[in-house]
């Protein structure tokens, strides 16, 4: 069955980094685009970024781009979230999830049980 | 960019039907998902496609999408129906993947 597991969250000061990652199995892994999403205390599904398949292709969130980098290991089965000069508002639950698009619809098949990162002096 | 406008509550009585909607300019052009999340969990697949329904999920669940709505049906409610629900969906033209900003379903 499709696991996807987040790790590397906690507790960290304004201005600084973290790195999350996500470790997948079940599927194969390099034959899926993949994304993080992340959801503030309280409120809805905002999504981050995503890489495709080979990680030749990243595309971020407006309030993320320049701050964040999306990458990722296929021979690790492993999906990395690198995230720099970090605000309050960063603080949230991130998932990593697998994405199913066709032509007509990208759908959020699989999701981590996600990881916390709390942003605070 | 693209928004999707979602009623923040729905209370329903144990074996009556929950319906929620998910506003957007033409959304019936598009593709919508939706997603169910219960506290403390990820969110789950609960109709894909405007109106697929994954397996493992009742057929309780259904969905529609017409016009500036899309619309989320839950017949015969249970208890454990009780969660959050998200509409979402990809906004081809702008390459931009867009949530609903989530309805809580109450069972009274």
Wanted: charged share 15%; hydrophobic share 30%; proline share 4%.
């Amino acid at each position: 069955q499709v696991q996807l597991v987040e790790s590397g969250g906690g507790v960290v000061r304004p201005g600084r980094s973290l790195r999350l990652s996500c470790a997948a199995s079940g599927f194969t892994f390099s034959s899926y685009a993949m994304h993080w999403v992340r959801q503030a205390p309280g409120k809805s599904l905002d999504w981050v970024a995503l890489t495709s398949y080979d990680g030749s292709e990243k595309f971020y969130a407006d309030s993320v781009k320049g701050r964040f980098a999306i990458s990722r290991d296929n021979s690790k089965n492993t999906l990395y979230l690198q995230m720099s000069s970090l605000r309050r508002d960063d603080t949230a639950v991130y998932y990593c999830v697998r994405v199913d698009c066709t032509i007509t619809n990208c759908l959020f098949d699989y999701w981590g049980q996600g990881t916390l990162v709390t942003v605070s002096s | 960019s693209y928004v999707l406008t979602q009623p923040p509550s729905v209370s329903v009585a144990p074996g009556q039907t929950a319906r929620i909607t998910c506003g957007g300019n033409n959304i019936g052009s598009k593709n919508v998902n939706w997603y169910q999340q219960k506290p403390g969990q990820a969110p789950v697949v609960v109709v894909s496609a405007d109106s697929d329904r994954p397996s493992g999920i009742p057929e309780r669940f259904s969905g529609s999408n017409s016009g500036n709505t899309a619309t989320l049906t839950i017949s015969r409610v249970e208890g454990g129906d009780e969660a959050d629900y998200y509409c979402q969906v990809w906004d081809r033209g702008r390459d931009q993947y867009v949530f609903g900003s989530g309805t809580t379903v109450s069972v009274l």
